[in-house]
């Protein structure tokens, strides 16, 4: 799985939107682009994946770049209940019945929410 | 729907005693996983089950054994507990690539 770099912490406004940065840029072709998160002492969290294309669903929205070396998660309006350890991770997709080891998590960002 | 449960939630243990941890899961997931994280660190995996009846060694497998006798549970054991295994244990599942975890296992060996 290609190797990540995320900011060790960031802060945000509650209410504004929070802007996850990844750098990918070993990424393989046929990798895709993971965001899980972790709130204090609870077990990570799925938040959003993708290949190429934006996504959003109701949690974010995951913008990866066109030459896919970096991608930025949005979470659209923070609140303090998005305090967390936001972690990037890429791997590749597999089908029912393939290979199936589990993620590789670095130390991630360390998102805080400021009232 | 529970989603993925672990037992127990709290364990104090000393140097050279055994314990088994279980998993389980109600949502007919092919794939479990275990994971420890120690303070500051990410997640590292232990051993891992791409279905009943099948382990495999992760990242971390020194000093665990587990076992998955059915498709809903995932056991993992220490045999002889070191300081080194204290950490907060993650039991997850899957049926492809998105993992759901369980609330964790504070382990404390003395």
């Known amino acids: 799985d290609a190797k990540t770099t995320q900011p060790t912490s960031m802060d945000c406004a509650e209410g504004r939107a929070a802007n996850l940065p990844c750098n990918h840029s070993t990424i393989s072709g046929n990798e895709y682009v993971y965001w899980y998160r972790q709130i204090h002492s609870q077990g990570p969290q799925y938040i959003i994946h993708g290949l190429k294309n934006n996504e959003t669903n109701e949690m974010a929205s995951l913008i990866i770049t066109e030459d896919r070396k970096s991608s930025t998660l949005i979470l659209p309006h923070a609140t303090l209940r998005d305090t967390a350890v936001y972690y990037c991770?890429?791997?590749?997709?597999?089908?029912?019945?393939?290979?199936?080891?589990?993620?590789?998590f670095g130390k991630g960002t360390h998102l805080i929410i400021q009232p | 729907n529970a989603g993925v449960t672990q037992t127990p939630k709290f364990r104090v243990l000393k140097t050279g005693q055994s314990m088994t941890l279980l998993c389980a899961q109600d949502?007919?997931?092919?794939?479990m996983y275990w994971y420890r994280q120690d303070p500051g660190m990410g997640l590292r995996l232990i051993h891992y089950s791409v279905g009943e009846g099948t382990t495999a060694k992760g990242e971390v497998p020194d000093g665990y054994n587990v076992s998955r006798l059915k498709k809903q549970n995932f056991l993992l054991g220490l045999e002889s507990a070191a300081p080194s295994q204290t950490s907060v244990y993650f039991c997850a599942s899957s049926r492809v690539n998105t993992q759901y975890f369980g609330p964790g296992t504070r382990l404390t060996v003395l």
């Open positions: 949502m007919n997931h092919e794939y």
């Open positions: 991770i890429v791997r590749v997709e597999f089908t029912s019945g393939g290979g199936a080891d589990g993620l590789t």
